[in-house]
């Protein structure tokens, strides 16, 4: 029995619809979570809709540079991703292991940034609640545009953690020689996931970030 | 009565024994027994709450119960009944029991996934009945802003976890039902040959899959708001009330078809073998379930009528709720067709798949009325919904998943149940529930709205004669499961194909074996190959020949 065979589970006919099946259902599932980040997106563009100048006010209160850096940051992740999941499919396990951790290194330092600001905007009182304070035009509403910044970043730093913990299963399974070149499902899988986390943070940046710089 | 050994041989009721072989179990036999136990105590925990709110209603003044409480049974009634009944129901008991076989699978696509769907339902009802316990939920089970979030002061945040963690449940269950249908259909199962069961099942996945979703995020934002202070939906603090409301029901009107779509892919396998018909019109019916799960995502504003949504929106979601009746009206048509000159046999199964169509006719077509603007503004929460929607809810759903434990219970048991006493049940709930919902659409003509606990002296009549049927409409419930559980040692030994179906879950031994089938079936025709001059005969979708 080959590799690839040990690791077939009984429902399946052959490795083939093994991996077609689990294919789609991450893409099933990366579905689920563009409807889910999708009502957050609803929310905010009503909002910006009704309050268009507080949020413009609003989003000079996010440092923009900060948010450049972790861009550059999250996509070079997606570039070691890509490398690993190609380097798994090659069946070379030190490279997987390498582009791995070089990709959970860019990882912690977006989270590490993102912390940054989150602690930066807690000393400014900018999250909103009891404590928040705001000096500029319609207070109300930019409490609203930093609730959504705090949900939807948030959400998102929550979707990376998750990938986090994935990817140090994915250190360890390869670091036990798990994949091949014929079977190496959950590095594709993972790598899928990793992908569309970074295409919402793509989204969110110069939604949140960028509102006030082009008015 | 001795009880009759069903045949020694291996299957899956009998292939490992104890707690732990079920409650680790991967096979989505067993797994479909863990969620008919839970929704089942669930479907009785809903009931309590419905018997007092009818117990109460049995008089004008409030004498059972105050407004407080009874709020709070409204809510844990509807909270129990929709999140944890009727949206597991069919697909996570029938469709986890189904999926697979009728489309010549060993299992779903992901056992171990669908293992921890079972366990997160049960951690989210977990979380529900603590808030119960806690004193309850008062906010309905739409749990409207700013009242949900800012004033209410029961267990918004302990229920709404609850829920929102059950969703996911939903959503696992979908994703699975979809992978599985796509990747593991045995071979010659084309679409076209899939049961009409599969192809509501599949229908009823996408709306898990898109809409659940955003209940889930939208329940967190109330969460968030409540918890935190954010101002997201609170008008206080320059938020807006009908955001949630456009994003709630962007789920919940599609959540009705997650009930229904269901219930209406086992009415097709029901009539079709108890009238020994081919379905008339096999991919109109098809085709309607998919265009029910799309055109049903865009009818929500229909609940928002008169809560302040712009007019030109109200009259755009009148045409599109008109629309969705064209697909359920398409398959009624085509079931009536479907019986028409069929050789008719009155089993218990079909007698619920005939109440069905009366019932959910009845429940599609006051829908109408609803979604009518001018008739909306004068029913709108009246006992008039209330009729509505539990002739779609009850009328629909649990005739069609009372119907189907009946017609599929032989498959999952090996064993019959009498059949004189499920006829007897069968009329029973479709009498009481008449009894119970037909004065309601009075009352809500009249004028008597929704959620109070005392009204005008002159409802009471009618309030009587509901609460009446209610009565009735329990014992009818409480009968199958006497007799079910008697079934389950002392019922009559069912067989392969009790029912002559054409079916692939009907060609392999009752109760089936792990895998389902001894060998990979090999699909050679249509579903429902009945021949109309041969009423005993049937082609089954496994085999070359007729049997």
């Not at chain 1, 807690?122 to 609640?129: A, N, R, S, T, V």
């Not at chain 2, 991967?26 to 089942?40: E, F, G, N, Q």
Request: proline share 5%.
């Amino acid at each position: 029995m080959s590799e690839a065979n040990l690791a077939l589970a009984h429902q399946f006919d052959d490795p083939e619809q093994q991996l077609d099946a689990s294919t789609t259902g991450m893409w099933v599932f990366l579905a689920t979570e563009v409807m889910f980040f999708g009502g957050m997106f609803l929310g905010y563009t009503a909002y910006r809709l009704a309050y268009p100048e507080a949020f413009a006010d609003a989003s000079n209160l996010l440092d923009v540079w900060l948010g450049s850096i972790n861009t550059a940051v999250l996509i070079c992740s997606s570039f070691t991703m890509a490398l690993a999941v190609h380097s798994a499919a090659e069946g070379r396990r030190q490279k997987i292991i390498l582009f791995l951790i070089l990709t959970m290194i860019l990882g912690a330092i977006f989270l590490g940034i993102k912390f940054y600001e989150y602690y930066h905007k807690y000393e400014e009182h900018l999250i909103p609640g009891e404590n928040f304070t705001y000096a500029g035009p319609s207070p109300r509403q930019a409490e609203i545009f930093l609730s959504f910044y705090f949900a939807m970043t948030g959400m998102h730093a929550f979707h990376m953690i998750i990938g986090f913990g994935l990817q140090t299963y994915l250190v360890i399974e390869a670091w036990r020689d798990r994949f091949s070149a014929a079977y190496h499902t959950p590095v594709e899988l993972i790598g899928l996931y990793w992908h569309f986390v970074d295409i919402v943070w793509i989204f969110l940046f110069p939604l949140l970030y960028l509102v006030g710089r082009h008015l | 009565m001795n009880a009759q050994p069903l045949e020694q041989r291996q299957h899956y009721l009998n292939v490992s024994y104890g707690f732990k072989s079920w409650l680790l179990t991967t096979d989505h036999k067993r797994i479909a027994w863990l969620y008919l136990i839970s929704v089942t105590f669930f479907f009785f925990v809903g009931g309590v709450f419905a018997t007092l709110l009818r117990l109460e209603l049995l008089t004008p003044q409030g004498d059972l119960v105050q407004a407080e409480t009874y709020n709070k049974l409204f809510t844990m009634h509807g909270i129990t009944m929709i999140f944890f009944f009727l949206i597991p129901s069919i697909p996570a008991v029938l469709g986890n029991f189904l999926v697979p076989m009728m489309i010549g699978a060993r299992d779903l696509a992901f056992p171990r996934l669908n293992l921890a769907s079972w366990y997160i339902y049960i951690i989210g009802g977990l979380f529900t009945l603590a808030a119960a316990a806690a004193g309850g939920v008062d906010t309905g089970w739409t749990f409207y802003t700013p009242y949900s979030s800012i004033y209410s002061n029961s267990n918004v945040a302990l229920t709404v976890v609850g829920i929102f963690i059950t969703g996911f449940s939903s959503i696992l269950t979908g994703l699975n039902f979809v992978v599985t249908i796509h990747k593991m259909r045995a071979p010659g199962m084309t679409w076209f040959r899939l049961p009409l069961f599969i192809w509501a099942h599949y229908a009823t996945s996408i709306i898990m899959i898109l809409g659940t979703p955003v209940i889930a995020i939208t329940l967190v934002l109330v969460a968030l708001e409540r918890l935190l202070h954010l101002g997201i939906f609170d008008p206080a603090l320059g938020g807006d009330p009908l955001l949630f409301q456009h994003m709630f029901w962007f789920y919940s009107h599609p959540a009705v078809y997650i009930m229904i779509l269901p219930a209406m892919g086992v009415e097709s396998e029901l009539i079709t073998c108890f009238a020994r018909k081919r379905a008339f019109g096999y991919s109109f019916i098809a085709a309607s379930s998919v265009a029910i799960a799309v055109i049903g995502f865009l009818v929500w504003g229909h609940h928002m009528f008169v809560s302040g949504q712009s007019v030109y929106a109200g009259m755009v979601f009148s045409l599109l709720s008109f629309l969705v009746a064209i697909p359920s009206a398409i398959k009624v048509f085509n079931w009536t067709a479907t019986l028409y000159k069929g050789s008719i046999s009155l089993e218990a199964p079909m007698l619920y798949a005939l109440g069905f169509i009366g019932l959910f006719t009845i429940g599609g077509l006051t829908g109408l009325f609803l979604a009518t603007l001018g008739v909306d503004m004068h029913v709108h929460d009246t006992y008039f919904v209330i009729a509505h929607f539990h002739y779609i809810m009850v009328g629909g759903a649990v005739m069609g998943y009372m119907g189907g434990i009946h017609f599929w219970w032989p498959k999952m048991t090996g064993r019959l149940y009498p059949k004189a006493l499920a006829k007897l049940a069968a009329i029973t709930i479709f009498l009481g529930f008449n009894l119970t919902f037909f004065p309601q659409f009075v009352l809500g003509y009249l004028g008597m709205p929704r959620r109070y606990h005392v009204y005008p002296p002159e409802f009471q009549v009618l309030n009587v004669m509901s609460t009446a049927g209610a009565s009735v409409l329990a014992v009818g419930y409480v009968l199958p499961l006497l007799y079910l559980i008697w079934s389950l040692r002392y019922g009559e030994v069912a067989g392969m194909n009790p029912w002559k179906a054409t079916g692939l879950e009907w060609q392999t031994p009752s109760p089936p074996p792990t895998d389902n089938f001894e060998e990979t079936p090999v699909v050679t025709r249509e579903p429902y190959d009945y021949p109309a001059q041969k009423p005993q005969a049937i082609f089954p979708q496994g085999a070359a020949e007729h049997v």
